[in-house]
């Protein structure tokens, strides 16, 4: 296709990484997509490479051989992300702290490796996948939500800031989505007296992934962002109700929002 991207899209192994990165590849875009544990390789339509979001070195490794093969870097999606799951009550400090240094911390480390050859090309998409608990918290995913909430304050900054240099910043924020975090969800459980509310909550978390988003998607979505020249900043993806409850978050009192959602969830 004409117009084609060189696109690195992190956490690309399994789940919305790779489906988009299989859907892009498809479309003619060069793809390179990473996994803590691959190997240099093409896997299917593109090619994995090894880089740890956690780890300063291997980020910028990773960006070096994109430029070297490729030369140019036109869009990053930061996909990377655990998922702990448990009352903020029972997560150790050291849980919380690694739940920040992949959703969050490893998104900053891979902007701040892209950003310097993005301003020197003077064009490029930066991509986060954030999630619609970036916008309204999940009970007994505090700390996941935590995170994203972050990831939504930097993005919205870092757009500001980049966009003298031609580069665009966007979110995509999906709800509950059918990929592999309902099995590899991190449960961190310790206090029985939180117990009947811990199960309800994982268990409807659980049937809405299983029914939920297809994360086939992502992909499309994400090439229209930055197929756009003007994108904006927040692309919200769900099924129906989860949307509108954020939005509906907005604009009513918390209380009766909360009402709702201890209702509907059974908290």
Same mark, same amino acid.
């Given at each position: 296709m ?8 992190t ?28 190997q ?8 994995m ?8 070195e ?6 070096? @051989?994109i ?5 140019r ?6 996909n ?7 009352? @903020? ?6 849980e919380?702290?690694?739940?920040f ?6 998104v ?8 310097p050859v ?7 998409y930066?991509i ?7 916008r ?5 995913q505090?700390?996941?939500s ?8 930097l993005?919205?900054?870092?757009r ?12 995509i924020?999906?709800?509950?989505s059918r ?14 007296a ?9 268990a ?55 009402w ?8």
């Amino acid at each position: 296709m004409n117009n084609s991207k060189v696109i690195l899209i992190t956490g690309a192994s399994s789940g919305i990484g790779k489906t988009s990165a299989e859907f892009l590849s498809r479309r003619g875009h060069t793809v390179y997509g990473t996994s803590r544990r691959a190997q240099v390789s093409v896997s299917g339509p593109f090619q994995m490479i090894q880089m740890d979001v956690n780890d300063d070195e291997s980020v910028a490794g990773g960006i070096r @051989l994109i430029l070297e093969q490729e030369k140019r870097l036109d869009v990053v999606v930061n996909n990377a992300g655990i998922n702990l799951a448990g009352p @903020l009550e029972d997560a150790t400090l050291d849980e919380a702290k690694s739940q920040f240094e992949t959703n969050f911390f490893g998104v900053l480390r891979v902007c701040k490796a892209a950003l310097p050859v993005m301003r020197q090309q003077g064009t490029g998409y930066i991509i986060n996948i954030s999630s619609i608990a970036g916008r309204a918290a999940a009970p007994y995913q505090g700390l996941y939500s935590a995170t994203k909430f972050a990831v939504e304050g930097l993005s919205e900054a870092l757009r500001v800031e980049v966009r003298h240099f031609g580069i665009k910043v966007a979110m995509i924020e999906p709800g509950d989505s059918r990929t592999p975090t309902t099995e590899h969800r991190i449960k961190i459980f310790r206090t029985p007296a939180y117990a009947e509310y811990y199960n309800n909550a994982i268990a409807a978390y659980e049937h809405d992934e299983r029914n939920g988003y297809p994360p086939e998607k992502i992909g499309p979505l994400i090439e229209q962002i930055f197929q756009n020249p003007n994108p904006r900043l927040r692309y919200m993806c769900g099924m129906t109700f989860q949307k509108a409850g954020a939005t509906l978050k907005s604009f009513v009192p918390h209380r009766l929002y909360e009402w709702v959602l201890v209702r509907l969830y059974k908290f």
